[in-house]
Each structure stands twice: as C-alpha cells, then as structure tokens.
C-alpha cells in the first residue's frame, strides 16, 4: 500500500485534533495504512507541508481538521501541481469546530475517525470540482482556490470576526462572530456578474458555493453540486438587523432560495466588484478585508478526493 502523508492542524476542532492524534494513529496501524503525520503550527503552514509532501512523492495528502485545513491543503495540491508536474488526491478527517464541507458527501460524518480512516484505507477517489479564485485590493492580488465556498461581504466579515475570539469553543464562535459581524458591517454596492446576468445594488453578501454549506451551518447554496462544473450564487439585498435576525433561521435550513430579498444564480465564472472594498474569504479562511473586484471560475473534475 502506498504511504500516504497527513497533514494535522492540531489546533482544528478548538485542540479535538491534536488531542486525538494518538488515537487516529492507532487505528490506522490497526487497517495497515502507511503514514506519516507532520502538524501544521501557523497560519497558512498546511500549503507549505503540502509542496513539501508532493515533492517527497506522496501520491495522498489528507487534511486533519476543519475546513481551514482542508482549504490549505487543497491549495497546497493544486500548487504542488503547477510546481511540480506531479499530482496527488485529497484525503479528509474531519476534525474541525464547522466541518461544513464534508456534511454533502455520503458516509462522511464529523469527528468519525473510524469512517475516515476505512476510507484511507480503501482508496477509493472521485473527481471533484474546485474553485478558483482571483482577488484584487489595495495589497494587490491574490489567487486562492476554494473547494467549498466563497464568502463576499457580511458572510467573509463573520469569518474576519472569528480570528479575533479566543477562549470560546463550538458553534457559540459561529454565533458570537455573527453578532459581531451584524454590528461591525456596513454593506455596499456591489456589481454581482455571472455569465449573461447583471446585479447591481446595495446587498448584504454575495455567497458562491461549491458546496452546499458554509459558515457553521448555513445551507447558503442548498443546491448545489460538487462535481455539476459550476458553481452556485446567492445574494442577499442589504437587510435592517430586524431582517437578519428573522431570516437567519431560513439561512440555515436552506429555505431562503424563494425570499423576495435573495437571487440565486449558478454559473461557470462569476465577477464581483465594489469600489470602496468588501471581506472576501475561501472555506471560511479570509483572503481580503478590502477587497475592489473579485473574479472566480469553476475548475471541473479539478481534484480527485478519497470517499
């Protein structure tokens, strides 16, 4: 069997992942799978590990975390690629405090550590599709891939909210980061373009998913596949804070696709603009606080992913 190489944010889940390192090791001993595991320690570390496990010659690089990690290591593979000419599928143990990702895809289940593992051992992969993304601000640019959504405006502002709360653990981060992002948010015009579709007006966010749920459990695009080679949109017109707080519960049952305030929309590219800037993050990880203009496509069958 071929060793794989896995990535550990030991920090995922609020510490649950490097708490149950030792745990993850043993039964992977006990299946007969070849591994090493090296811990990612900093901010953006898994990108790096991964180029280094690509150039060792791994031909599977799995994610212990949350959808963070994941979204680390993704871009760590699709740029492991582009560096090396060798490519290598994404293994995922889903160890983190959302794991929004991995609840659309059958047999996966949060924390199940004897389901991912039987997984790696199977090897068994499925192309998925990735997104890609190009952002623009006053840093310059930055291109980000993403392989469960993308956030532009209050949705992003609620993962910029998050980096700043310590010493809180579970959904209670979601919901704290929430209040704060509907205090701290002031929402813009926004220039929303996806194929021969146009826009334009004052709105709350722009969400574009991949997959289906994001933020800690809003079902932002209930629809939408991860291997159909597009990716689905949803906007939301600016909203009074009465607004918000009535229609969060639809956001989060998926049940908000017909309101008179939402347009949904599915797409190959999407292009979003606006002048005075806006938070834009992949998988929940931010990228820009200011962003002026946001590009992204769909990257079909991009990624072979270990189910």
Same mark, same amino acid.
């Given at each position: 069997m071929t060793k &794989?190489?896995? $990535? !550990?944010?030991?920090?995922?889940? @609020?510490?649950?992942?490097? %708490?149950?390192?030792?745990?993850l090791e043993t039964l992977?001993?006990?299946?007969? /799978?070849? =591994?090493? &595991? &090296?811990?990612?320690?900093? @901010?953006?570390?898994?990108?790096?590990?991964?180029?280094?496990? $690509?150039a060792r010659g791994y031909t599977?690089?799995?994610a212990v975390g949350g959808d963070g990690t994941i979204n680390e290591v993704v871009n760590g593979l699709m740029g492991g690629q582009e560096r090396f000419g060798q490519s290598a599928s994404l293994g995922i143990v889903p160890l983190g405090t959302g794991s929004d990702f991995v609840k659309v !895809?059958?047999? =996966? %289940? *949060?924390?199940?550590?004897?389901?991912?593992?039987? @997984? !790696?051992?199977g090897g068994r992969t499925r192309p998925v599709d990735l997104g890609r993304v190009m952002v623009e601000s006053p840093l310059g640019q930055e291109q980000r891939y993403f392989i469960n959504g993308l956030g532009m405006g209050m949705d992003a502002q609620v993962a910029v909210e998050s980096l700043k709360l310590t010493g809180i653990k579970g959904f209670a981060v979601y919901l704290m980061a929430i209040i704060r992002a509907m205090a701290n948010y002031k929402a813009h015009v926004m220039s929303v373009r996806y194929d021969d579709y146009e826009v334009r007006r004052r709105l709350l966010f722009a969400s574009v998913g991949n997959g289906r749920c994001q933020g800690g459990g809003f079902w932002m695009t209930p629809e939408a596949q991860i291997?159909?080679? !597009?990716?689905?949109?949803?906007?939301?017109?600016?909203l009074r804070l009465d607004q918000i707080i009535r229609y969060l519960p639809k956001l989060m049952e998926g049940s908000h696709t017909t309101?008179? /305030?939402?347009?949904?929309?599915?797409?190959?590219?999407?292009? /979003?603009?606006? *002048? %005075?800037? &806006?938070?834009?993050?992949?998988?929940?990880?931010?990228v820009a606080t200011a962003a002026t203009r946001v590009q992204a496509e769909v990257c079909p069958g991009a990624l072979r992913l270990v189910v």
């Open positions: &794989i190489g896995i $990535i !550990l944010n030991p920090w995922a889940g @609020r510490g649950m992942a490097g %708490q149950r390192r030792a745990e992977l001993r006990d299946v007969g /799978v070849a =591994f090493d &595991i &090296i811990e990612t320690h900093a @901010r953006g570390g898994a990108i790096e590990l991964t180029y280094q496990a $690509i599977c690089v799995v !895809l059958d047999g =996966f %289940q *949060p924390n199940d550590l004897s389901s991912a593992v039987r @997984r !790696l051992a291997d159909d080679g !597009l990716l689905d949109l949803c906007i939301v017109n600016k309101l008179r /305030v939402v347009t949904m929309g599915r797409a190959r590219q999407i292009e /979003v603009t606006c *002048p %005075q800037g &806006i938070p834009v993050a992949t998988d929940g990880e931010v």
